[in-house]
Nanobody
Framework: QVQVVESGGGLVQTGGSLRLSCTAS????????MGWFRQAPGKEREGVSC????????YYADSVKGRFTISKDNAKNTLWLQMDNLKPEDTAMYYC???????????????????WGQGTQVTVSS
């Protein structure tokens, strides 16, 4: 049984930082593209950042470029999202997903079976 668990969300002030973590277990192998997505109330879910299984390719939404950094540890099947200089518009529920599809211009859940965590809330106060 695959389990995806996120942690690290919370309440911060504008300009603050948070580090989200995601651990996936039960996958047949650890070589998976993984990603972070978010959904704010009344808005569609969007891809925030994704990373290839090798770590050599990454995608960032324009709104977070230069502020967020994605990284992963294949041995531990763990994914992180370092979020700096947070803004009120970053407020959302953040979800981890595996596997994902990524390119230079987008990332999304894979067309085949994919797994999502329960989400971790990030709230940035102004």
């Amino acid at each position: 049984q695959v389990q995806v668990v996120e942690s690290g969300g919370g309440l911060v002030q504008t300009g603050g930082s948070l580090r989200l973590s995601c651990t996936a277990s039960g996958l047949p192998d650890n070589n998976n593209h993984m990603g972070w997505f978010r959904q704010a109330p009344g808005k569609e879910r969007e891809g925030v950042s994704c990373i290839s299984w090798s770590g050599l390719r990454t995608y960032y939404a324009d709104s977070v470029k230069g502020r967020f950094t994605i990284s992963k540890d294949n041995a531990k099947n763990t994914l992180w999202l370092q979020m700096d200089n947070l803004k009120p518009e970053d407020t959302a529920m953040y979800y981890c997903a595996v596997p994902v599809t990524l390119s230079n211009s987008y990332c999304s859940g894979s067309s085949g079976p994919n797994y999502w965590g329960q989400g971790t809330q990030v709230t940035v106060s102004s």
